[in-house]
């Protein structure tokens, strides 16, 4: 085993003749498993009445799925949406390949489950900053700016589209796990540790964001936020 550390972060490590790649950077796997986190807190505060506390777990949602977005054009190649979002014949292409062979970041159809769930959450999060109660005392902090009956049905919405997000979320859940049982591919360990062993024939070419492009999401992130809140 040694270690071989590319100029674009490539392979980092040699384990035999397998080559070990980096292909997910820091700011995608830390948005990852903020979104997990934050979406298991805003389950809970919702479940037990705790509002207000529901209302900072949306709020940070919202910076951090604004920052995906950002980092979906400015981020490093396997985060950004035009690597990964592929048309219909690519989608059928993949499938039709019975190796479903792996990639460097999302595959085909790994890229709609990402667009539904990133989708999905911007949706509830928005919705959220519009719901109004029915007494008004914990109504979104832009439900001023949509009648009442309006901010009602952001709520009946909010309500229907989590349960819609469970779903996915199990689909999800379950497909990584089908991955790993069914092509012994482990798509966990590289969203935790960002490398993952690679022969599937020649090596992807990764460009790396530099680290001033994500402090500039996170800026903007953090301003989106503080003006909604
Ligand atoms: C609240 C629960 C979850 C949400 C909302 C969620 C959301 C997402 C999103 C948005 C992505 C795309 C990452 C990106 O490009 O930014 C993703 C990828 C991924 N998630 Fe989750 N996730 C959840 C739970 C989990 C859990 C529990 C696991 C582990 C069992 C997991 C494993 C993965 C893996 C391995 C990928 C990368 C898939 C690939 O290689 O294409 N996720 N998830």
């Given at each position: 085993?040694?270690?071989v550390?590319?100029?674009?972060?490539?392979?980092v490590?040699?384990?035999?003749?397998?080559?070990?790649l980096?292909v997910?950077?820091?700011a995608?796997r830390l948005?990852h498993?903020?979104?997990?986190?934050?979406?298991?807190l805003?389950?809970?505060t919702?479940?037990?009445?705790?509002?207000?506390y529901?209302?900072?777990?949306?709020y940070a949602?919202?910076?951090?799925?604004?920052?995906?977005?950002y980092?979906?054009?400015f981020?490093?190649?396997?985060?950004r949406?035009a690597?990964?979002?592929?048309?219909?014949r690519?989608i059928?292409?993949?499938?039709?390949?019975?190796?479903l062979k792996a990639?460097?970041?999302h595959n085909p159809?790994?890229?709609?489950?990402?667009?539904a769930?990133?989708?999905l959450?911007?949706g509830?999060v928005?919705?959220?900053?519009?719901?109004?109660?029915?007494?008004g005392?914990?109504s979104?902090?832009?439900?001023h700016?949509?009648?009442?009956e309006?901010?009602?049905a952001?709520?009946?919405?909010?309500?229907?589209?989590?349960?819609?997000l469970?779903v996915?979320i199990?689909l999800h859940?379950v497909?990584?796990?089908?991955?790993?049982?069914f092509?012994r591919?482990?798509?966990?360990r590289?969203?935790?540790t960002?490398?993952?062993?690679?022969?599937?024939?020649?090596l992807?070419?990764?460009?790396?964001?530099?680290?001033?492009h994500?402090?500039?999401?996170?800026a903007l992130?953090?301003?989106?936020?503080?003006?909604?809140a």
């Amino acid at each position: 085993m040694s270690a071989v550390w590319g100029t674009q972060s490539r392979v980092v490590l040699q384990v035999g003749t397998r080559p070990v790649l980096r292909v997910w950077d820091g700011a995608t796997r830390l948005v990852h498993w903020l979104l997990v986190a934050l979406v298991g807190l805003s389950w809970w505060t919702a479940s037990h009445h705790r509002m207000n506390y529901h209302r900072y777990s949306g709020y940070a949602l919202l910076g951090v799925l604004a920052f995906r977005l950002y980092w979906g054009v400015f981020g490093s190649t396997t985060a950004r949406f035009a690597h990964f979002v592929k048309g219909p014949r690519s989608i059928w292409r993949y499938l039709r390949s019975r190796a479903l062979k792996a990639a460097p970041g999302h595959n085909p159809l790994g890229a709609l489950s990402v667009l539904a769930l990133l989708g999905l959450l911007l949706g509830q999060v928005t919705l959220g900053l519009f719901c109004v109660d029915v007494d008004g005392l914990e109504s979104g902090p832009l439900s001023h700016w949509v009648t009442f009956e309006t901010g009602r049905a952001c709520a009946r919405l909010h309500r229907i589209g989590f349960d819609v997000l469970k779903v996915l979320i199990l689909l999800h859940i379950v497909a990584v796990l089908l991955y790993w049982v069914f092509k012994r591919d482990n798509l966990i360990r590289p969203m935790i540790t960002g490398s993952k062993g690679w022969s599937h024939g020649p090596l992807p070419r990764i460009e790396f964001a530099p680290r001033w492009h994500a402090v500039l999401g996170i800026a903007l992130a953090a301003l989106l936020v503080w003006y909604v809140a």
